[in-house]
């Protein structure tokens, strides 16, 4: 109650500062009205092929309409001199004319291609999307910022085919998975390349994101070279434009609840009534009723606030903003606050020579619940009391206690803390310099800073900090990467044929400092070291460093803009591979065709727009770690024994560890029909090779693993994006867009002919098999006789030929023989998401929903609130629909009987928790409303929009657990902390 | 000029690149190629060996499956931890403690071998010493695990399978496929390291160090559990006699636990963990204990999870003598004198909290386990002269122990005593061992290598998977359960293990 009240007060001072930001802009603009020349203008609007258009609008730039043409397409107005006229239709490019004197004027509209004609950033340069020969999607800020997050994968979730956004968890301080085109990779990191403002790494914020385009195939990819074998997200900031100067301002402030989905646990009388039916609880218990659950999530805040300036002349153009983003969780004592400025600059000099100076800065500030939460929010007992007669929390010490772990952690939190705080800084240096008509030189250079704090506090008055007498725990850590990129471009056309030639030379260097320590003997209430009377484990720290270089070069040639060709080269060198093999070459060639451009194509009106696209290429992947390749004695407390500094063996090495080679192919196919059909299709084969692994070895080796370069993947997929103009009239308009992405997974082969690269574990690897396929003991269900598990075991009969027989004994099945692989897999089988956008006059309604089918997912808590009565200090789940409890002999049920300490290892590791992990969800649903022009522009404001929406509101699925969603390559669900539901109230002025 | 431009450019482009191409070594560890090139790098190296042992995965997992499987402790109820499946003997073949316990002891032997490979026997004295540490510690190690994962020697002579042994001319293949070993042929290789490395030991170490009086009291040890009764003698005798160490006073004796290990002469051998190495929530006495500092017991989970105590068979049989100095190890959770129960299973479980893992240097959770004591070369010695018949020195050994912990007059063993109450002498010896060694990891194993049954009829989690409610356990020293199963997953990895039944 207290906590929402604090919160709303500072909500309100944000709004009374930015309330009076405004106030002072409008009066300021108000005053500098000023009247000039009134002219009439009359004129004709037409289509492309001269077709008069009626209905259209004519409007003065910031103002309301002031005419809409007649049928003859005829329109006249009054104007003052130097108004802008902006005249437009549906699915037409408006036209914006300068009134400069009057009389009648023609007015031609281009149909809108708005997607092929949008330019598009593809690492080195940056073309028309039409022009591509590659696969490639792109996602405008507007479209990633329906939903509200801090986190950009967060955003993308279902919005570009073939892109896999997964998150472990609803906390606002965690981020998301994100996967393209399946997983190629098995020790390696499966995440993107990410490239800001045209150099790799960097940092942004959500709210300074002008679009982010993906690269996907070799021919966009490649030329990242040893890094871009998951492929590359491209994110672009938003930078000023010459003319009228622009003030913006948002705000979104809205609810968050957890999403509990089919997932119920017991109160007290049903946990009573179940422990009775296999052992004698105490009756007292019964007594105590408290929902652990609901005293863990709450309702929280998210406020989302941006005050953006931007602007410039012919010469020099700027864009400066600051964001406040807040969450609270919807877990009790866990929150995230996020400050980010960035000012982008660009100078013209002369024709010749440009300078670009990008600035961002970002503090976060992460607050996490010190105890955790959700452990106990799942497991504790609802007898045991959390609050006593006084309303404070129970010390648990002092009273009878049910639950297993003897502690209220409600109250231990009231003294304990646990925080982060980290501070990104990138500077971007950018010079463009044109030494010819056809000759220019760029370099791009960044220095990034990331410095991170964290703080843990156990107070000596909670139970973890009491044996200790206060405990704290502190890190810091601090990395500095910089990177330095120099292209020379070369471009000429001869007639039709058209050339460009780049070369470009890079290199990137980076470290890492961290330090920990650890001290207790604290007094209560002081989370600072030098309060502390000794150390708890002596501090660790160290540095890591790596270095990358790269030279490339790139040759694109068109004919006439119907034909296009692209080749390129990459050499790569890295610190981390071996000595014997740290460099490594990549290529890549695409081609493309618009057929549309041919003569042959142009009788066919139903078809707008048509290319064909082709690729093939190599490209690496090195996210491996700093030092795998040596062999290493490691240095570190944990070898220390005795006082004394030891070093022992801690990794086998592997001097010829090289990249990760990806092999992919794409054939793609884009088409405008009826000019309200957009079709984007894409087939693709990626083959992984050289796959770096970390492959277990047994202990007699001395080692339990080595990094290795083992066999190939294949990923092999179909991905299309459609987009329909159902609606197209002047004052309504529907559009649907719809992503989907088909992903199939094999492993093609081990080294040495192994079967399985990780033999016994739940996802084996195993050739033959999609990677994250499911190999476990297959669970037989119950027998009705005893209502003991059952398990299938595979048996060999003497002529080598296998059957299944049943048991009840895991011990017999936890093995090779019995492990079966069950045709499932923590991929899904299809991806993607559907969004719908609805305009009538000034209202918007959009609705986005992203979908994930056929994949599996382990739901590993189970084991501890579904364990026929193995952990009776532990709530239960209670169970859905269709779930059974066996009570007597001949009862045909899913779960077996209940018994003290468990029903012989039934909840022990087998395709039992796995669960369907399908799901479909509404990422979001908006209904916005522009207000009328003639009423802003009194408050000479030049648009305003209020918003309501809300993000997650429903999840159909039939997983057990509170959310189906799980970082897809994982795929074990354990303790989930739920995605969030947001209700989200949003207001968006400029100026 | 055009090309004269783009061509400074160009070059300026690689110059600038290849200026800075260099590589990098990680600051917390050296490269294997530079590890062991001389003496000082040989004894830190060997540091690294002895540091594994104190690895949580090893010291915490090997205490369990040694000790919870007898009849001194009783589960007071459920764990999730698979420690509880060591105490009630229903073991799983991915046992994550079994699998900890093998994946580091096999570590050891690894890091063992590399030093005992870099070190030629004819070195100097130093090296030689640190050849025979590592020689040690490699005994040690193949030793305890074939006491878990193989069948007790005296069971068909150790003609059962054992565990893979592993010396330091090995090829990488060779340990990728490498079997079991039988159990007499890794006793062999055992008796065989101790018996150079004693040879090689020749300077005087500390007890959180090998040294040759470590090899010879494991080698006592060894040749009893062989039922080599002469040569268990003679290995006692050498570290009785060798003046070496001597047993704590009736005064010292209540704080052995709470001493630090380098003062304290009765201590052979321990895995030392110094006040920065507290394992707090994680150590072994968590689960034994939960009090304040001063060793006054206090509820479930105030310093410890204090879910495993003395079973009440051992609490009323070392309470027959109230003067046994033995009882301060054992802390019962009392309020105004009123003793507590764990209240989770029925019959309540008492809680005997024991603090043999506790308190030392004054910190609640730290602990240094003691591996070897000179307390237990008596007893060896009373062993075996209770196997060849010689009655009178079996007790004479017994009756020192029991003097030690306060026992004097009728507490004090004869051989007229044992017969009036029907004992035979080896039965006398194996209790005082176990009321000596209790909580040590020793009594499970002492009961099933002389081929009799650990009986717990005490309140327990131990007998839940037979009927509910019931407390009555017998496991019999023929049980296939007396040994662990190989861990599937080192198994998977390596198909040549075989599977225990």
Not at chain 1, 136 to 158: F, I, P
Not at chain 2, 238 to 262: C, D, H, R, T
Request: glycine share 8%; charged share 20%; net charge positive.
């Amino acid at each position: 109650m207290k906590k929402s009240k604090q919160s709303f007060h500072r909500v309100s001072s944000y709004l009374v500062l930015l309330f009076l930001v405004f106030t002072t802009i409008v009066l300021q603009r108000a005053n500098a009205q000023a009247k000039s020349e009134k002219l009439i203008i009359s004129g004709t609007v037409t289509d492309n092929n001269n077709q008069s258009l009626a209905g259209a609008n004519v409007a003065i730039k910031g103002k309301k309409t002031v005419a809409v043409t007649d049928a003859g397409g005829k329109f006249s107005v009054d104007v003052f001199k130097g108004d802008v006229l902006v005249i437009s239709y549906v699915n037409m490019t408006p036209a914006e004319i300068v009134a400069e004197k009057s009389g009648p004027i023609e007015i031609k509209l281009q149909t809108q291609d708005k997607l092929l004609e949008e330019v598009v950033i593809v690492g080195y340069s940056s073309k028309k999307a039409k022009y591509l020969s590659s696969a490639v999607s792109t996602v405008s800020g507007d479209k990633l910022r329906d939903v509200t997050s801090n986190n950009l994968a967060s955003l993308l979730q279902g919005k570009a085919p073939g892109v896999l956004v997964s998150s472990a968890s609803g906390d606002p301080t965690s981020g998301s998975n994100i996967l393209i085109r399946g997983a190629g990779t098995i020790s390696a990191g499966s995440g993107p390349l990410v490239v800001v403002d045209g150099n790799i790494g960097g940092t942004y914020n959500p709210s300074d994101v002008e679009s982010v385009t993906i690269l996907k195939d070799a021919a966009a990819t490649g030329l990242y070279g040893s890094r871009a074998g998951n492929g590359v997200m491209i994110i672009t900031t938003k930078s000023g434009k010459a003319g009228k100067s622009k003030i913006e301002f948002s705000s979104v402030v809205g609810l968050n609840n957890a999403t509990t989905g089919n997932f119920k646990l017991m109160n007290s009388r049903q946990l009573f009534d179940y422990l009775s039916s296999f052992s004698t609880p105490d009756p007292a218990m019964v007594n105590t009723n408290t929902n652990w659950w609901d005293l863990t999530f709450r309702q929280s805040l998210t406020q989302n606030y941006t005050l953006s300036a931007s602007g410039g002349n012919d010469k020099t153009q700027y864009y400066i903003s600051g964001n406040l983003y807040k969450e609270e969780g919807t877990l009790i004592e866990n929150d995230k606050t996020a400050h980010n400025f960035r000012t982008n600059l660009t100078h013209r000099f002369s024709n010749k020579l440009k300078l670009s100076v990008l600035l961002n800065g970002i503090y976060t500030k992460d607050k996490y619940n010190p105890e955790g939460g959700l452990y106990q929010a799942y497991t504790y007992l609802p007898f045991d009391a959390a609050y006593g007669t006084d309303g404070r929390p129970v010390d648990s010490r002092y009273v009878q206690w049910y639950g297993r772990d003897q502690s209220n952690y409600l109250y231990s939190m009231q003294y304990n803390s646990s925080n982060a705080r980290s501070f990104n800084l990138s500077s971007d240096v950018n010079i463009d310099y044109t030494i010819t008509r056809h000759l220019s030189f760029a370099t791009y250079n960044r220095a990034s800073f990331f410095d991170y704090s964290s703080r843990s506090f156990y107070d000596k008055r909670s139970q973890g900090g009491a044996t200790n007498g206060g405990e704290l725990y502190n890190s810091e850590s601090f990395s500095k990467t910089f990177v330095s990129s120099n292209r020379l471009r070369y471009e000429n056309s001869f007639g039709n044929h058209n050339i460009a030639v780049l070369a470009v030379g890079e290199a990137t260097q980076s470290a890492y400092d961290v330090l920990s320590t650890s001290v207790k003997g604290l007094p209560p209430g002081r989370p600072f070291a030098s309060t502390a009377t000794a150390v708890i484990n002596v501090p660790t720290g160290g540095r890591n460093e790596y270095s990358f270089h790269k030279y490339l070069a790139q040759a694109d040639y068109n004919f006439a803009n119907k034909y296009f060709a692209v080749a390129s080269f990459v050499r790569d060198r890295s610190s981390r591979f071996g000595n014997n093999n740290s460099a490594a070459n990549f290529y890549q060639l695409g081609a493309s065709w618009i057929a549309t451009t041919e003569n042959f194509m142009k009788g066919i009106n139903a078809i707008n727009f048509l290319k064909l696209r082709i690729s093939y290429g190599t490209t690496g992947n090195a996210e491996i770690g700093d030092y795998a390749s040596l062999g290493l004695y490691s240095l570190s407390t944990s070898s220390s024994y005795a006082g004394q500094p030891g070093a022992a063996p801690s990794q086998k090495a592997n001097p010829n560890l090289t990249w990760e080679k990806q092999k992919a192919a794409n054939i793609g196919i884009d088409i405008t029909l009826l000019k309200r059909i957009e079709l984007s299709v894409d087939v693709y084969q990626k083959t992984a090779e050289d796959l770096l692994y970390r492959k277990p070895l047994p202990a007699t080796t001395g080692y339990s693993f080595i990094f290795e370069n083992v066999g190939s993947v294949r990923n092999r997929g179909i991905e299309f994006s459609l987009t329909t103009k159902n609606i197209m009239k002047r004052d309504f308009t529907w559009e649907t867009n719809l992503n989907m992405a088909f992903n199939r997974n094999k492993v093609l082969s081990l080294n040495a002919g192994a079967l399985y690269s990780n033999p016994g574990a739940a996802q084996p690897i195993g050739v033959g098999y999609d990677m994250d396929a499911w190999n476990l003991p297959v669970w037989a269900g119950v027998d009705p006789s005893n209502g003991d598990p059952l398990w299938e075991k595979v048996v060999m009969d003497a002529n080598g030929k296998k059957y299944v027989t049943y048991t009840n004994n895991y011990n017999s099945v936890a093995n090779a023989t019995s492990r079966q692989y069950l045709g499932k897999s923590s991929a899904p089988k299809f991806s993607g998401g559907i969004s719908n956008t609805i305009t009538y006059k000034g209202f918007t309604l959009s609705a986005f929903m992203n979908f994930v089918y056929g994949n599996y997912v382990y739901n590993d808590t189970r084991f501890y609130y579904d364990n026929d009565g193995n952990y009776d200090s532990y709530n239960s789940m209670v169970f859905p629909k269709e779930w059974t409890r066996w009570q007597k002999a001949g009862d045909i049920a899913t779960h077996p009987r209940a018994l003290p300490g468990g029903n012989k290892l039934s909840n022990a590791s087998s395709s039992r928790y796995l669960e369907d992990g399908s799901y479909i969800r509404l990422r979001n649903i908006t209904l916005g409303y522009n207000l009328p022009t003639n009423f802003l522009e009194k408050m000479k404001i030049s648009s305003a929009r209020v918003f309501i929406s809300g993000d997650n509101l429903w999840t159909g699925t039939n997983f057990s657990g509170p959310d189906p969603e799980v970082v897809l390559s994982s795929g074990v669900s354990s303790f989930r902390y739920p995605t969030s539901k947001k209700i989200l109230f949003g207001l968006s002025v400029s100026f | 000029m055009y090309n004269y431009k783009s061509i400074i450019l160009a070059v300026t482009l690689v110059l600038l690149l290849s200026a800075c191409k260099k590589n990098f070594e990680p600051s917390t560890a050296i490269d294997e190629n530079s590890a062991l090139t001389n003496a000082a790098d040989i004894e830190t190296a060997t540091i690294g060996t002895y540091a594994v042992l104190r690895n949580p995965a090893y010291v915490r997992s090997s205490h369990f499956l040694m000790e919870y499987p007898g009849d001194e402790i009783a589960q007071g109820q459920n764990s999730s931890d698979d420690l509880s499946r060591a105490y009630r003997y229903n073991h799983i073949t991915t046992s994550g403690h079994a699998t900890n316990f093998w994946v580091q002891s096999y570590f050891v032997i690894g890091a063992a071998n590399k030093i005992i490979a870099a070190i030629p026997d004819n070195s100097s004295a130093d090296l030689r010493q640190l050849k025979g540490e590592n020689l040690f510690l490699r005994a040690m190690m193949h030793f305890n695990l074939v006491r878990v994962f193989g069948r007790p020697y005296p069971q068909n002579s150790g003609d059962n399978p054992g565990i893979p042994v592993l010396k330091e001319d090995l090829t990488e293949e060779q340990k990728l496929t490498i079997s079991r070993s039988k159990v007499k042929d890794v006793y062999a290789s055992v008796i065989a390291d101790l018996t150079n490395a004693a040879d090689m030991m020749t300077l005087p170490k500390a007890n959180p160090f090998a040294s040759r009086q470590v090899a010879n009291a494991l080698l006592a040890r060894i040749y009893l559990y062989m039922e080599n009764n002469d040569k268990a003698i003679e290995f006692a005798n050498k570290v009785i006699n060798s003046g070496n160490y001597s047993l704590l006073s009736q005064s010292e004796f209540p704080n052995y636990f709470k001493m630090a290990p380098e003062g304290n002469s009765e201590t052979i051998f321990c895995i030392r963990h110094t006040k920065t190495e507290d394992q707090d929530f994680s150590a072994i006495g968590s689960m034994y204990y939960s009090g304040d500092a001063n060793g006054n017991p206090a509820g479930q989970a105030q310093s410890g999870w204090g879910e495993i105590y003395a079973s009440k068979k051992y609490y009323d049989f070392l309470s027959t003598n109230p003067a046994d100095k033995r009882q301060s190890f054992l802390s019962p959770y009392r309020i105004n004198g009123v003793l507590q129960y764990n209240t989770r299973l029925t019959p309540n479980t008492p809680m005997y909290y024991i603090n043999k893992y506790n308190l030392q240097e004054g910190i609640i959770n730290l602990s240094s386990p003691v591996y070897i004591r000179l307390a237990e070369m008596y007893l060896i010695r009373a062993e075996a002269n209770a196997k060849l018949g010689n009655a009178q020195l079996a007790l004479d050994d017994v009756n020192l122990i029991r003097q030690r912990s306060g026992l004097s007059g009728t507490a004090l063993h004869t051989v007229a005593s044992i017969a009036l109450s029907s004992k035979s002498v080896l039965d006398v010896v194996l209790e005082e061992r176990w009321l000596e060694l209790a909580f040590e990891g020793h009594r499970a194993y002492d009961l099933f290598r002389n081929g009799r049954s650990v009986v717990r009829n005490y309140p327990g989690t131990h007998a839940l998977n037979v009927t509910p409610n019931n407390i009555n356990q017998t496991i019999t020293a023929a049980d296939n359960r007396v040994v662990f199963f190989i861990p599937e997953s080192e198994r998977a990895k390596n198909p040549n293990l075989t599977q225990n039944p």
